[in-house]
Every structure is written in structure tokens, then in C-alpha cells.
């Protein structure tokens, strides 16, 4: 399988419950490279990159994310690698 790329949005409550410093450490777990940031209009932004298993793993997590998060939707599209090494939480 070859590198995926996915660009997208979670609702619901996800800021304040450590969603995006989870999808960090996700992320890192399963080697998968790009960003996650906080909206102002409350949602989650993110572009995970990497092998297509892995991406479609931390896709699903994306679903549940952290124990105090209540996840209402995830709206992720695949888009053209962007070629991001590493995983950041942007600010």
C-alpha cells in the first residue's frame, strides 16, 4: 500500500478534552505524519498522512478520540500528499 493523504474535521465536543494532544500521540503510535489545530468555531481540523493502514486506522480513532470527547461527526477527504514529516498539534 502506498501513502495516503486525508483532510477533514471532527465535531462535537472536541476542544478542552485533550483531542488534539491524543491525536498527537495516535499519530506518533502508528507513524502516521501531519497536523491537528482547535477552529474557533469548536471543531477539529486535521491532515494525516502516511501509509493507508495506519491513516485509516487513526481515521476510525478519529470517530471516538479521547475518553471525554463525544464525537458527533468526522468529515475527512483524501487530498494530495502534501509530503509532512512528523506530527504537530499547530496552535
Same mark, same amino acid.
Given at each position: ?18 483531542? /488534539? ?6 499519530? @506518533?503510535?502508528?507513524? &502516521?505524519?501531519?497536523?491537528? =489545530?482547535? $477552529?474557533? %468555531? #469548536? /471543531? ?6 502516511? @501509509?493507508?493502514?495506519? &491513516?485509516?486506522?487513526?481515521? =476510525?480513532? $478519529?470517530? %471516538? #478520540? ?26
Amino acid at each position: 500500500m502506498g501513502r495516503v493523504c486525508l483532510h477533514g474535521f471532527v465535531s462535537g465536543r472536541v476542544q478542552g478534552v485533550y483531542y /488534539r494532544q491524543s491525536t498527537e500521540q495516535q499519530a @506518533e503510535r502508528l507513524g &502516521v505524519d501531519g497536523w491537528v =489545530r482547535n $477552529l474557533a %468555531d #469548536g /471543531r477539529v481540523e486535521v491532515l494525516l498522512e502516511g @501509509e493507508e493502514d495506519a &491513516v485509516r486506522e487513526l481515521e =476510525r480513532w $478519529l470517530c %471516538d #478520540g479521547p475518553a471525554d470527547a463525544e464525537v458527533s461527526a468526522v468529515d475527512v477527504q483524501e487530498v494530495p500528499a502534501q509530503g509532512i514529516t512528523g506530527f504537530i498539534v499547530r496552535r
